[in-house]
């Protein structure tokens, strides 16, 4: 493709209708821009376009073309072509950098991310002088540019957070220090001067706290890893001013929204970070300032109010304080029963509370709700960080804690008494603080793993938790069910197997409850306590044990599917696999209706998949079912074909990518399952299964590769005999993966079962070839994988 205008022309006319909702008109202009991606000059036609086009959402469009290009072809892949030619490359390289920092800033961001997806392939071998060009720039004055460059440098070093050590990234991180830890300093010390001059000026301070924001990001990037010399030697500069932006209010910053953080929330939020950074990590060293800090956050968390907008800031000014006292040397600072009980009282129980904002969270957005809660994607939360303070207090100071948190629990528990419906809130705190003072350590896998002796966990459980579960309305208080269920869930290990095997029936009951998330977490629960190992591994509760509920515990899961809300929800799916999978035979009554159900689901599904966890345990409970009953019943393989079969046509017509890699794995289980030769069905689709273009997708290789297995497992003479041209395409399809150094071992699969299952004289005539095919990859790329095969 020329720069030329008519190509620029075409291009426009292309993004302007990947925005029409109408898919008839969108998705072949989708498919048009798939087709020319590969082109020469293809990129740097959308960052003309980005440049010099005079519409606002083309800009915009192909911004976010050009960074969605980048992201899917800038890696060089081995084995693969390379999907970007050399030129273009260099292009890229030479013009991304001003084009980005003469940008308005919805666009600036786009090409920012671009630039750090850039970097983190070639950044700093193939791409010496962007530190040097970036740093260049600070001197521009211009607040417009040096975010600009401030926010590219933050998407480029943030992942030092999260890299392992190595002397590649050591190498790295010295040289960005090198470049830019006096810049950045200069810049810090520059800004906060300019804040005071402009302290009255409202949209000047807007940028200016933006740059200190994304200054203290950095800071906390470039200080990750290790203390590096250059902030240890002016540490004075740094926490000085850090300390200095803590106790900052300014009038003009402060925001009315209650829901959405502003900027001087957002700057302190990231300054407590950095201090508690520096306390865990480098205590030695941040000794001298640690007392201001504390005095300062602490005086913070005790001015601040319980609006939304100020959630991280408070969440993590308690990791802070979390963070010193389970320090020894800090241990000091809390002895005090006085400090101990004003922390208990003044941080922790205010914000174990169940607020509105939380209440409208669990009825109207309890997907999020769920994910918070129970993945723990829930670290900027206020509750989660008051459980890691009660956590880090437990540690010195486990007795007083327990005791005065003793008091909080029974008092709550009264007041709820008193008047259930009204203050239903005082015994969801009370349910927190004992699970957060009972848990010292837990694992996703196996809940707590080791629990504070000084907490009765059975008896809360008996008196507390119990009754709420049982009580005969399962849609009253939602937010307590929510919480018992959570509870058996999380102490699983320390309550007792009879008190589980009671809870069992009540989880099953709730699997019929309105709210998402109680259902939700009933189905999380039973999934749960069925995957618990007893004493010689075998799975806790037993089939025997669970045969007095079999129905109704399918009928309930089924149902669950069907609630508002819930059609495609993963822990409900996860749960039936999980009880299929324990259950065995004595689902088998049931697996006709149960298929019928799942083909359903499947079918609606395969239109639009938009839950991999959903549609992975879906799969998994359906060749579960094929499992369990053909080993106790054969014959019943066609039953399953019957049923299975056209919704595969479907997926297979349609080329719902997602789907196919199952349908190949589904397919090669049924087919393993006939005793005699293939049936015609199957052969009718053999041929396709060689055609090349299905093998250009690698999520499809290794179910392809079974299914032909289970072929030439089964049919090996009839494939012989009846498709003698099928040979070559086999050997094809061997040639292919051999060639590839992620794909070779699947290559010597088929090779294995050709050679096994083939008749002797139709492979004769190609051994030759085939020797001198792996003898040609060994003499150019031997691998230990290639050998060993």
């Known amino acids: 493709m020329e720069l030329s205008d008519a190509n620029l022309q075409t291009l426009t006319e292309y993004l302007k209708k990947t925005l029409d909702p109408d898919p008839a008109i969108r998705r072949p202009a989708e498919?048009?821009?798939?087709?020319?991606?590969?082109?020469?000059?293809?990129?740097?036609?959308?960052?003309?376009?980005?440049?010099?086009?005079?519409?606002?959402?083309?800009?915009?469009?192909?911004?976010?073309?050009?960074?969605?290009?980048?992201?899917?072809?800038?890696?060089?892949?081995?084995?693969?072509?390379?999907?970007?030619?050399?030129?273009?490359?260099?292009?890229?390289?030479?013009n991304i950098v001003p084009l980005m920092l003469s940008s308005p800033e919805q666009i600036q961001k786009q090409l920012s991310d671009a630039i750090s997806i850039i970097g983190r392939e070639d950044f700093p071998q193939k791409w010496p002088d962007l530190l040097t060009e970036m740093v260049n720039r600070f001197q521009s004055g211009d607040f417009h540019v040096i975010n600009g460059v401030l926010r590219t440098a933050h998407s480029l070093f943030k992942r030092y957070r999260h890299e392992f050590?190595?002397?590649?990234?050591?190498?790295?991180?010295?040289?960005?220090?090198?470049?830019?830890?006096?810049?950045?300093?200069n810049l810090f010390k520059a800004t906060i001067e300019l804040c005071s001059t402009h302290a009255n000026d409202a949209s000047a301070l807007k940028v200016l706290f933006s740059s200190l924001i994304l200054i203290a990001k950095l800071f906390y990037s470039l200080n990750f890893q290790d203390l590096p010399e250059f902030f240890e030697d002016n540490m004075e500069t740094w926490m000085t001013n850090f300390h200095s932006l803590l106790t900052l209010d300014n009038k003009l910053l402060q925001t009315d929204d209650e829901e959405e953080a502003g900027l001087l929330e957002l700057l302190k939020s990231?300054?407590?970070?950095?201090?508690?950074?520096?306390?865990?990590?480098?205590?030695e060293e941040f000794q001298p300032y640690l007392p201001r800090f504390v005095t300062a956050i602490w005086n913070l968390l005790v001015t601040t109010g319980q609006e939304v907008k100020y959630d991280l800031l408070v969440s993590n000014a308690i990791q802070f304080l979390a963070s010193v006292c389970e320090r020894?040397?800090?241990?000091?600072?809390?002895?005090?029963?006085?400090?101990?009980?004003?922390?208990?009282?003044?941080?922790?129980?205010?914000?174990?509370e169940f607020r509105a904002a939380d209440e409208e969270a669990f009825e109207d957005n309890s997907e999020e709700y769920i994910r918070r809660d129970l993945e723990g994607s829930d670290i900027d939360t206020r509750r989660r960080a008051a459980c890691d303070l009660v956590r880090g207090l437990c540690k010195f100071f486990e007795g007083p804690v327990t005791g005065i948190f003793s008091g909080y629990v029974n008092s709550m528990l009264q007041e709820y008494a008193k008047n259930p419906s009204v203050n239903w809130k005082h015994k969801d705190a009370a349910i927190y603080l004992v699970t957060s003072l009972a848990s010292k350590a837990q694992t996703q896998k196996h809940g707590i793993t080791q629990a504070n002796e000084l907490v009765n966990l059975t008896e809360f459980f008996v008196n507390h938790i119990q009754p709420d579960l049982k009580s005969a309305t399962v849609n009253e208080f939602p937010v307590l069910k929510a919480d018992g269920i959570k509870y058996i869930m999380i102490f699983r290990n320390q309550v007792p197997k009879e008190q589980l095997l009671v809870s069992i029936p009540l989880l099953i009951n709730h699997l019929q409850a309105e709210s998402i998330v109680v259902h939700t977490y009933a189905a999380h629960a039973l999934e749960r306590l069925f995957t618990?190992?007893?004493?010689?591994?075998?799975?806790?509760?037993?089939?025997?044990?669970?045969?007095?509920?079999?129905?109704?515990?399918?009928?309930?899961?089924?149902?669950?599917?069907?609630?508002?809300?819930?059609?495609?929800?993963?822990?409900?799916?996860?749960a039936i696999m999980r009880s299929f999978s324990l259950l065995q035979e004595s689902i088998i009554p049931y697996i006709p209706s149960v298929i019928t159900q799942l083909t359903q689901k499947l079918l609606a599904v395969s239109k639009n998949p938009s839950k991999p966890h959903f549609n992975h345990y879906m799969f998994e409970s359906i060749c579960l079912s094929i499992r369990i009953t053909c080993k106790a019943n054969p014959e019943a393989v066609g039953s399953f074909e019957e049923a299975l079969f056209l919704v595969f046509t479907e997926i297979l017509q349609n080329d719902v990518q997602e789907f196919i890699p199952y349908v190949f794995q589904v397919m090669s289980l049924l087919l393993e399952m006939h005793k005699n030769e293939i049936p015609s069905s199957y052969m009718a689709l053999f041929p396709h299964l060689l055609q090349p273009v299905l093998w250009e997708r690698t999520g499809n290789i290794p179910p392809l590769v079974r299914l032909l297995q289970a072929y030439l497992e089964r049919g090996a003479s009839t494939i012989a005999s009846a498709a003698a041209d099928k040979i070559p395409g086999l050997l094809g399809v061997f040639q292919k993966l051999i060639a590839s150094k992620a794909n070779d071992h699947q290559g010597f699969y088929l090779l294995n079962s050709i050679i096994e299952h083939m008749p002797p004289e139709s492979v004769d005539q190609y051994r030759k070839q085939i020797f001198i095919l792996l003898f040609q990859r060994l003499q150019n790329s031997k691998t230990t994988k290639f050998i060993k095969s």
């Open 31 to 94: 498919k048009f821009l798939e087709s020319v991606e590969g082109s020469q000059n293809y990129p740097l036609l959308l960052l003309t376009l980005l440049e010099k086009s005079q519409e606002n959402v083309i800009k915009v469009c192909a911004s976010v073309t050009f960074k969605n290009y980048i992201k899917r072809n800038w890696r060089i892949v081995e084995d693969e072509p390379n999907k970007i030619c050399e030129s273009d490359r260099i292009a890229i390289k030479a």
């Open 165 to 185: 050590k190595s002397n590649e990234l050591w190498t790295e991180i010295k040289l960005v220090l090198d470049a830019f830890a006096l810049p950045l300093t």
């Open 270 to 283: 990231q300054i407590c970070d950095n201090a508690a950074l520096y306390a865990q990590k480098y205590d």
């Open 328 to 352: 020894p040397h800090y241990k000091h600072l809390f002895e005090d029963q006085n400090t101990l009980t004003s922390i208990c009282e003044k941080v922790i129980v205010p914000n174990m």
């Open 532 to 574: 618990m190992r007893g004493t010689n591994n075998a799975t806790l509760i037993t089939a025997a044990e669970m045969a007095p509920f079999v129905e109704v515990l399918l009928t309930n899961l089924f149902k669950a599917l069907t609630l508002p809300g819930s059609s495609e929800n993963e822990y409900i799916m996860k």
